[in-house]
Nanobody, 126 residues
Framework: QVQLVESGGGLVQAGGSLRLSCAAS????????MGWFRRSPGKEREFVAA????????YYADSVKGRFTISRDNAKNWVYLQMNSLKPEDTAVYYC???????????????????WGQGTQVTVSS
């Protein structure tokens, strides 16, 4: 099992920045990739960004490319999402997710992720 705990959400004005953090614990040696997803009211959970646990290649949704940056600290088992130039449409609950070696699938699809955090609210005011 892998446990994930997000932090860093909050209220920010449009154009501002936030950094989300995700602490992974448990069987972290079994992690293949980490991702961030978000869910806005009335919408399904959508892909935001992902990173390979070893190697560091990153992937982004078109809507956040150039504004958000995903990174990891393997030694400390942390994953981060730096969010700049925030827009009101970025308002959502943000979830950290881990994909295990046994699953290894599309990074942009929720069903390939085995473990999820509880989510952290990000609200961007206009």
């Amino acid at each position: 099992q892998v446990q994930l705990v997000e932090s860093g959400g909050g209220l920010v004005q449009a154009g501002g920045s936030l950094r989300l953090s995700c602490a992974a614990s448990g069987r972290t040696f079994n992690i293949y990739a980490m991702g961030w997803f978000r869910r806005s009211p009335g919408k399904e959970r959508e892909f935001v960004a992902a990173i390979w646990w070893n190697g560091g290649s990153t992937y982004y949704a078109d809507s956040v490319k150039g504004r958000f940056t995903i990174s990891r600290d393997n030694a400390k088992n942390w994953v981060y999402l730096q969010m700049n130039s925030l827009k009101p449409e970025d308002t959502a609950v943000y979830y950290c997710a881990a994909q295990s070696i046994g699953s290894r699938g599309q990074l942009t699809t929720t069903r390939w992720y085995d473990y999820w955090g509880q989510g952290t609210q990000v609200t961007v005011s206009s």
